[in-house]
């Protein structure tokens, strides 16, 4: 299965502020997913980062709230813009290759917004 | 879209006893179900997963059924050991969009 490094590990943040998380394949894979987990909860899917084209959101979720760059088949961006404390959580991605539906799962990176 | 729902929420088994987790899904048209299982700070891990035109799938102490007609799948613990414990996810697989619905989880706790 693919390897995932995903960066920063945890983050604390000031509101207002953005942070941008990577997320780097060892691999390319066709599918990459960008995921939320608030403690003690399951996850919500944000969006899927398509390669070379626009961000498919959730509902729920906005590009102006959350961009997603996916430049290539191995790397993608989400960036969590405007922070307020309600966007503390856990933020992972998932990545998948065609007709490989097991899709990993990066470490995630623990955001607290203050 | 798909929906998922999973149960029991918690469960707390001796060590050595076997474990079950249920899910339900609503779309007939899904055709995979895989199990993550995360502990706590950890990432979520694939253990098992099954596809639609398989009825039954064992790994070792885990096994996983399906019912397609009934929709839904359980996931199977047996000789459950301290390291089980974990929160464990069920999900279904929309096969239009790749996409994966999850369960809410199912918090195993095995006691010594």
């Known amino acids: 299965s693919a390897v995932i490094s995903q960066k920063p590990s945890r983050d604390i943040c000031q509101r207002g502020t953005s942070l941008t998380i990577q997320c780097q394949v060892d691999?390319?894979?066709?599918?990459m997913f960008w995921y939320r987990q608030q403690p003690g909860q399951s996850l919500t899917l944000i969006a899927t980062a398509n390669q070379g084209s626009e961000a498919t959101y959730e509902s729920g979720f906005v590009i102006d709230k959350f961009p997603i760059s996916r430049p290539n088949l191995t790397f993608s961006t989400l960036t969590v813009s405007n922070m307020s404390p309600e966007d503390s959580s856990i933020y992972l991605c998932?990545?998948?290759?065609?007709?490989?539906?097991?899709?990993?799962f990066g470490s995630g990176t623990r955001l607290t917004v203050v | 879209g798909e929906n998922v729902e999973q149960h029991p929420s918690t469960l707390s088994v001796q060590e050595g006893d076997s474990a079950v987790i249920k899910c339900t899904y609503s779309d007939s048209a899904s055709n995979y179900f895989p199990w993550y299982k995360q502990e706590l700070g950890k990432r979520p891990q694939l253990i098992i997963d099954?596809?639609?035109?398989?009825g039954e799938k064992k790994d070792q102490r885990i096994a996983v059924t399906l019912n397609k007609t009934a929709k839904h799948f359980s996931l199977h613990i047996t000789e459950t050991q301290p390291e089980d414990s974990a929160v464990y996810f069920c999900a279904a697989l929309r096969p239009n969009d790749y996409k994966l619905s999850f369960g809410a989880g199912t918090t195993v706790t095995v006691r010594a």
């Open positions: 691999s390319q894979v066709t599918m």
């Open positions: 099954i596809r639609s035109n398989v």
């Open positions: 998932s990545v998948g290759r065609q007709g490989d539906y097991g899709y990993t």
